[in-house]
């Protein structure tokens, strides 16, 4: 099992917004150092706390700083931009990381995001797929393109001087295009069994019950490309561990505490991913609750423990993504990170392989 990162991020309102930057970037850097196989960065338009508007943009400022991991979006939400930008701009990205980049998509799901983009009503499933048919035809496509859509039209045919380079389109590193990823959330997903047929590369979200992994694994057509997001902490003693989790009100009782009042925002329907039994009622579903239930925490042995029991119980995966949170601790905070590579992962395949 390879060890990633995963990061939206997420930081408190108060906290100083160039601060921030500065620490998300930290965080890559030492997963990159620590020898973790992959990073994706989230983008928010128009949200204080989830504050990267531009995932493509945070991976071209540590692109160069950054040695062995491979960069991923994650994710682009295709239905806030227009496809040629994406497919131009995805196509430089992969160029600067010479292949290291990985293409994360997805529909959004931030709804300030929709209101300001102008497609909170509209079909933004639609819009998605639409998008990255447009942007897979401009890589494989030679000029003037001529792609119509029901959302977008693209083409260069009035201005095109294809010996001047006018009108054409950059073609990614990757052959024929950067692997393409996508994140799941719903139990359940029929979206993913979708973009599992088209070969695409899944991940499932930490903000989906462990005991719902299952209905993802139905999906997935290859479990060496299975990646699974999970809020980890990991302290020199399981008490310590405990007390961070539940006491450092701005890492990850903040983290939770901002998901579960957007997704009440939303209406009936939307904490789904957050119950263990979709029996439960919406008011049972309290921050304490998910703090029990989806952050993975104590000292080396006791995660070790919780991670071979969520693999016996999601079933054979590639990847494991630790999530970022606040670095409400930045000490504990980046001392967590260092254990999960340095102790906890060696374990946990040590103990894979003894029981292959």
């Known amino acids: 099992m390879k060890l990633g990162f995963f990061t939206m991020p997420m930081h408190p309102p108060g906290r100083d917004y160039t601060q921030t930057l500065k620490e998300d970037r930290e965080a890559v850097l030492l997963a990159d150092a620590l020898g973790y196989a992959?990073?994706?960065?989230?983008?928010?338009?128009?949200?204080?706390?989830?504050?990267?508007?531009?995932?493509?943009?945070?991976?071209a400022w540590v692109a160069r700083e950054?040695?062995?991991?491979?960069?991923?979006?994650?994710?682009?939400?295709?239905?806030?931009?227009?496809?040629?930008?994406?497919?131009?701009?995805?196509?430089?990205?992969?160029?600067?990381?010479?292949?290291?980049?990985?293409?994360?998509?997805?529909?959004?799901?931030?709804?300030?995001?929709m209101e300001v983009m102008g497609n909170l009503d509209a079909d933004r499933a639609a819009m998605f797929l639409e998008s990255v048919g447009h942007i897979l035809a401009l890589w494989a496509g030679e000029p003037p393109y001529d792609l119509e859509g029901r959302f977008w039209n693209i083409s260069t045919r009035r201005t095109l001087l294809a010996d001047t380079g006018q009108g054409v389109f950059i073609k990614p590193?990757?052959?024929?295009?950067?692997?393409?990823?996508?994140?799941?959330?719903?139990?359940?997903?029929?979206?993913?069994?979708?973009?599992?047929?088209?070969?695409?590369?899944?991940?499932?979200?930490?903000?989906?019950?462990?005991?719902?992994?299952?209905?993802?694994?139905?999906?997935v057509t290859d479990p060496a490309q299975w990646r699974i997001a999970r809020s980890l902490f990991v302290a020199d003693d399981d008490a310590t561990a405990e007390r961070y989790v539940r006491e450092a009100?701005?890492?990850?009782r903040f983290y939770y505490w901002n998901l579960l009042a957007k997704r009440r925002s939303g209406g009936a329907g939307n904490l789904s991913s957050f119950k263990h039994d979709p029996a439960m009622p919406d008011d049972a579903v309290s921050?304490?609750?998910?703090?029990?239930?989806?952050?993975?925490?104590g000292g080396v042995s006791r995660v070790v423990d919780e991670l071979l029991a969520l693999r016996e119980q999601a079933g054979p995966f590639g990847t494991l993504l630790y999530c970022g949170h606040d670095w409400a601790d930045p000490p504990l905070a980046r001392r967590s990170m260092v254990l999960m590579a340095e102790e906890v992962m060696p374990r946990v395949n040590a103990a894979l392989r003894g029981s292959a």
């Open 173 to 219: 590193y990757q052959k024929p295009h950067p692997p393409i990823v996508v994140t799941a959330i719903a139990p359940g997903s029929k979206g993913l069994a979708a973009a599992c047929a088209r070969g695409w590369w899944p991940i499932s979200a930490n903000f989906l019950q462990a005991a719902l992994l299952a209905t993802h694994r139905a999906a």
């Open 287 to 297: 921050v304490d609750y998910l703090l029990d239930t989806m952050v993975i925490r």
């Open 249 to 252: 009100k701005d890492a990850y």
């Open 38 to 59: 992959e990073a994706y960065i989230g983008e928010h338009i128009a949200d204080r706390c989830e504050t990267i508007p531009s995932c493509l943009s945070f991976i």
């Open 66 to 113: 950054t040695r062995r991991i491979r960069l991923g979006s994650g994710t682009v939400n295709l239905p806030n931009h227009h496809p040629a930008e994406i497919a131009a701009h995805v196509a430089m990205i992969d160029h600067l990381l010479e292949g290291r980049f990985l293409f994360g998509i997805g529909p959004g799901g931030l709804r300030s995001d």
